[in-house]
Every structure is written in C-alpha cells, then in structure tokens.
C-alpha cells in the first residue's frame, strides 16, 4: 500500500521534469514511509513512496521493471490472486527476483497485453509504460477502493494518489469547478470524476486511461453483467456466501507485517473480525472506537463480539470535547477537496492508535452497499408503492400523522417526509434519500442568480440517470457502487488511514464477494425495518445474539460533543466571517441561522434532525477550508 505520482510529456522533453517529479513525491511521504523510488528519463516520471507489506525486503522496491527493462509499474495496491499467475508465468519462463505481488504486473502485460487487467483482483491504482511503444497506462481497480487522479493539459499528463502532488505543479492554476461544489452541497462529497478543480480528474473505477501519440483515451474494462443466474434456494445462497467470504478474509490476510480488524460491533465488522480469528495462525488484534454519546457509541458490542471470536480487544476513547481545532483544520484540509463526512474523524484517530500496533487492517466496508443494510434499500421501494395510493388520500395521509409531532418530533419528521416524496418524480424521491441538501434548499442557500451564470444544472440528473438505466429494483446499489462507496466511504477510508501510514483492506468488496451477492434475490437480502439478513445469519453462527439482532448505527461522531472548546469556536470564526470565501455564491444569512441552531441547541427536529444539522455545519466548514488553503479561482 503506497503513494503513486507521474508526469508524462506527450510531445517533447522538458528539464523541468524530474525536480517536479520529486517535488510531487514529497507531498506523498505519509502514504509510504519506508522506502522511495522513481524512474525518469527525458519524457517521463514515475514516482513511488513504499508502505511495505508484502516482500517487504529490497525486492519489493519499487518502481518495478520487466525482464528485458521495457516495462515499467509503479502500483499502489494489493493483488489477492497474484500466487495463481506468478505460478503460470513461471511455467512460461519468466523470473522473479522476490515474492511481491506488483513484480507479476509488467510481466503479466508483457505476456497479455492490456488485456491483463481483465484477471487481477483486489484493490489497485497502477501506472505503466511501455517503452518500446511509448504508450502509459492509468488503471485503476473495479470498486474504486484505491484512488487515482490525473490532470492533462496540450504539453503533459500528471498522476497522483492524492491530488496535492498534482497541484505541487506551481505552473497549474487552481480553479473551482462549480458543478461539483453544487452537487457536492446535495451529498457532502464531490461525485467523481469531479474534484472540484477543474481539469483534475478522478479516473473512474473499472477504469484505465492510454496515453499515446499525444492523446487521451478513457475504456471501462470492468464488464457489466446484468444476465446473473440466481441462487435456487437461500440454503444454497448461505453455504456459498459462507465460503466466499471466509476464502476473502483469507486471501486478505497475507501479510508479513502485524495486522488486525476494524470492530465497530456491527454487523459486516463482526463478520469479517470473526473470519479473521478463525483464518489467523496468530492472536488478532481487534481495534474499536468509544464515544462520549451513547447514541453513537457501540463499544458494548464490539467488546462482546472481541471475547466472542477471540482478539485482542483495543478501544479507542474519544473523550468529549477531545478533538482540538488544529485536528480539525488538519483532517478536512488533508483531503485536498471539500469532504463533509465526519465520521472521517474517528477514521483517523482510530488509525493513528492502530499505527503504533500493527500495519494492516481489515473493515467490513462494503456489506451495506451489496446486502441491503442503509435503510434505503426499502424505503425506496416503500415509497415507489406508497406513490401507487391514490393523490387524494396521500393528502390525508399527510394531515393524519400531524399529531404525531407532539409525541415524537423526529418520527413525525420521517413520516412526514416519506408520504410527501411520493408527490415527485421517482428519480428525485431517490434523491432525497442520498441528499443532505436537495434542489429546493439549495435554491435558498445560494445567492440569486449565481447558478445561472456558472451554468450550474441539479444534481438530479445524477439520480435520472442512475433510475433510468437501473429502475426501481437496482438503482439503490447501482448509485451506492457508482457514487457513494468512491466518491464517500472509500475515499474517507483511504484518505484517512494512509494520512496515517496504515493499509485498510475490504473483504466485503472483493471481486468474488460482490459476484456472489449479485446472485441473492433482494427479498432474501430485506424485510421491511431490517437489512442484510444473509449476512445477520451467517453471523449467527459464529456470534452472541445481542451482536446479531443489534439495530443498525452509522459510524458517526457526536460533532458538537467530541470537538474541543477551541474547535467550536474556529468553526464560529471561519463561518462567521465576512470575509469567507464560500460568501461569494452563498448566502451569509441562511448560514448564520444554522450556526445559531447549531450552537444554541434550538434545534427543535421539526425541520432538521440534529445530525442533519451538524452535517450541514460540517459541508460548509470542509468547503470554507478548501477555498482558503487552495485558493482556486472562483470567477
């Protein structure tokens, strides 16, 4: 796991190149601290900054070059099935001089082509050229779970795992891409391939990018395959899914550096926690993070399910008011983009006390998205058929619950709004399940006029295009694959741990894992109320039962409670400022009533929950932060 950068001159050499290249690498060290390599010559640099994990001995250096010198990779990444074809380009006479798993990439290309990409699994980011042809690679892995971002101008192309040794480039002129700061106030990340600059890129999963004769061209390699054979019975569904996910966990916990699970006590950690300790020929270390607010804090039941399986239970107590402005400013800054999930504070904090015991780790990212387990999976669908209920009595329907907001303000507020969606489109109700923000709030926030002059269109038509293709059964997980797990879980999670020199693996979006989940009918996946019940039943076997039958909590913090007193008052400053560079295409009195509720606890959960209030908060501080640090232009 590893910190990749490039710059590739498409037309002539420069002698700029390799001081930009090492510059660039230099802003990656935390990503790999144990070694550094690169190669250049007068057209090209790749650079390589090693977290070692795998052949961790010179042989894994890296960058790694063919048998005959004309291939060169820079990877970033693991490959669960490397053993397999390492063993078939023996057979066909290639030499390795150790047992890393990037050493079968040049070789698998020289043997295969680009078509080689078509039998590695895992979790990747990988550069490549050939030298005999000129031509550089970009490919990055199916899910999205390694990053890989790229700008390309007439002159050059660079490369990076983050996007600030992109921007080490003094001669690239930040500029705000509009379009992804709208979208990114509906759903609190930006939607890639946008970063908010504009001309940076995200290259997309299942993705790879060819540089050649001076031009670009972009190819999904990841096959859609929409004609799936389902399970026959949920016996036979269960005996596979138990198979695949041990085999994942498995092939996830080759290492030869220490490694250990993320426990949040929920359900896909447990599962993958208790693989590993069965799996593992040593003591597992599990790690799990304890909150101040009970309504957040499931330290209870990852502590049962530690003594269950068997680890070494490690808890991380984040204390209130712990978290001081300077980790605040540091985390959200860190992400080279605006990013307003907060639960990428716990990530961090949990990952720096990891740091000091082990290297690797394992989550359980990736259940909820593939079985079922956000309440949308069917809520949604509840919506589409309560739409079905003739306009007239919906309208009843609406009046009816009204007393309910004497009894429970936040009930209310739920059932309220799932009888009002149904008076839209069945894109825009899918919206609204993804949407802190939606359109009409937006319309409110931003100063009058502003959108039409920077051309800005809805968000929406993100969610058309993902209904229009998908329909009601597979949009939700369609959206999840192809926006939230890249553009908001997996990013957090990447971001995060590699800020602190760890490895995250997911065995739950391993390539078979998700081929398999395919394969379950949906109403074996949810009832109504209750999500991944393939997964809750396999953990039966191998868990207590108040670990199994737990309600479903998000790995949140409690914001206004874990930040320290100097915290609250930089968020008051930045955001209260009239000099706040968000202020040039929003407006400063919508912000301040939220701040006052914010601040005040006047919150009443009529109009907004408490979580949603402090998400909100939290979106705009990430977005002031950037506009400061990285001052791109705004018009």
């Known amino acids: 796991m590893c910190g990749i950068c490039g710059i590739y001159f498409k037309k002539s050499s420069a002698d700029k190149l390799l001081d930009l290249g090492k510059r660039a690498l230099q802003t990656l060290n935390h990503r790999g601290p144990d070694d550094e390599g690169y190669y250049n010559d007068d057209q090209l640099f790749l650079g390589h900054k090693r977290l070692s994990i795998i052949d961790v001995s010179p042989n894994g250096h890296q960058p790694m070059v063919s048998n005959d010198g004309n291939i060169i990779t820079i990877f970033n990444g693991e490959l669960y099935n490397y053993n397999e074809y390492r063993e078939l380009l023996l057979q066909k006479g290639y030499v390795f001089k150790g047992h890393s798993d990037t050493e079968i990439i040049p070789n698998l290309y020289q043997e295969y082509g680009i078509e080689f990409i078509q039998f590695i699994k895992g979790i990747f980011a990988i550069a490549l050229y050939d030298k005999q042809k000129n031509e550089l690679f970009l490919i990055r892995d199916r899910i999205g779970i390694k990053p890989l971002y790229y700008y390309e101008n007439d002159t050059y192309l660079s490369l990076a795992s983050e996007l600030k040794a992109i921007l080490a480039d003094e001669d690239i002129k930040p500029e705000i891409d509009h379009q992804a700061i709208y979208d990114y106030l509906s759903l609190s990340y930006i939607p890639e391939p946008a970063t908010g600059f504009k001309g940076i890129y995200s290259l997309l999963p299942g993705h790879y990018l060819k ?112 978290v001081s402005a300077a980790q605040l400013k540091d985390i959200l800054i860190h992400f080279d983009q605006p990013f307003g999930d907060s639960s990428a504070i716990p990530m961090h904090l949990i990952s720096c006390m990891i740091r000091d015991k082990i290297t690797v780790a394992l989550s359980g990212d990736g259940g ?232 005040t606890g006047t919150n009443d959960q009529l109009s907004i929950s408490r979580i949603g209030l402090y998400q909100r908060i939290y979106m705009l501080l990430s977005l002031e932060l950037w506009l400061q640090h990285y001052k791109p232009a705004i018009s």
């Open 211 to 322: 540089c050649a004769n001076g031009k670009v061209s972009i190819q999904r390699y990841e096959e859609e395959n929409t004609a799936v054979e389902m399970y026959a019975t949920p016996q036979e569904a269960a005996k596979q899914l138990k198979n695949i996910i041990s085999n994942s966990v498995s092939k996830q916990l080759m290492s030869d550096v220490p490694i250990g699970t993320f426990l949040s006590g929920g359900i896909d950690s447990s599962l993958v926690t208790a693989f590993s300790a069965i799996a593992s020929d040593k003591k597992v270390n599990s790690f799990t993070v304890k909150f101040p607010d009970q309504a957040f804090d499931e330290s209870y039941y990852a502590k049962l399910m530690a003594e269950s399986a068997g680890t070494i239970y490690n808890e991380l107590n984040i204390e209130q008011g712990q």
């Open 368 to 599: 909820d998205e593939f079985f079922c387990g956000y309440e949308v999976s069917w809520r949604f669908p509840f919506v589409l058929k309560l739409k079905k209920i003739p306009l007239p009595i919906r309208k009843l329907l609406v009046a009816g619950i009204y007393p309910l907001r004497y009894l429970s303000s936040s009930r209310y507020r739920q059932y309220k709004k799932l009888v009002q969606l149904t008076f839209n489109e069945e894109h825009i109700i899918l919206q609204n399940f993804f949407s802190y923000l939606n359109e009409k709030d937006k319309d409110e926030l931003y100063i009058a006029g502003f959108r039409a002059i920077k051309n800005v269109v809805p968000t929406t038509r993100l969610f058309k295009e993902i209904f229009q293709k998908y329909g009601s059964e597979g949009s939700v997980e369609a959206y999840n694959k192809r926006y939230s797990l890249p553009g908001d879980m997996l990013k957090k999670v990447d971001m995060m741990s590699m800020k602190a020199s760890i490895e995250v693996r997911v065995p739950l979006l391993y390539e078979d894992v998700i081929a398999c989940s395919r394969k379950i009918p949906k109403e074996w996946k949810y009832k109504f109320g209750h999500g991944k019940l393939m997964l809750r039943d396999l953990l039966a076997t191998m868990a207590p039962d108040e670990v199994v039958n737990k309600k479903k909590w998000g790995f949140g913090i409690p914001l206004d409670k874990a930040l320290a007193p100097d915290a609250m008052d930089f968020i008051r400053h930045t955001l209260s400022a009239d000099d706040a560079l968000i202020y040039h295409f929003i407006k400063k009195e919508v912000v301040g009533k939220w701040l006052d509720m914010f601040f």
